[in-house]
């Protein structure tokens, strides 16, 4: 059973940086294609970006492109977003979330494992 940890998330004033962490342990991560979503207050949960289980292939949603990063390090079994140029509007709870990587849900809400959540507030 993968289990996935997030951490990162925080404070920041807009325009401000921060980058999220999320561990993953009981599996091994380059089995796994891997995203980001998040949800805001009184909003459904949405996608932000996905990465393959090598990194070759990256997706995000429009509204991040150009200011949001996935990377990962499977020897770390780790995924990463670094989120710059931050928008009040990226307030939410992020959650990262992991898919056996023969399919190729990327922007679904059908993964089979997520985390708890990390929460970042970023003030105008």
């Known amino acids: 059973q993968l289990q996935l940890v997030e951490s990162g998330g925080g404070l920041v004033q807009a325009g401000g940086s921060l980058r999220l962490s999320c561990a993953a342990s009981g599996g091994t991560s380059s089995n796994y294609n891997m995203g980001w979503f998040r949800q805001a207050p009184g909003k459904e949960r949405e996608f932000v970006g996905a990465?393959?289980?090598?990194?070759?292939?990256?997706h995000y949603t429009d509204s991040v492109k150009g200011r949001f990063t996935i990377s990962r390090d499977n020897a770390k079994n780790t995924l990463y977003l670094q989120m710059n140029s931050l928008k009040p509007e990226d307030t939410a709870v992020y959650y990262c979330a992991a898919d056996p990587r023969y399919r190729s849900n990327w922007r679904s809400q059908s993964y089979e494992y997520w985390g708890q959540g990390t929460q970042v507030t970023v003030s105008s």
């Open positions: 990465i393959s289980w090598a990194g070759g292939t990256v």
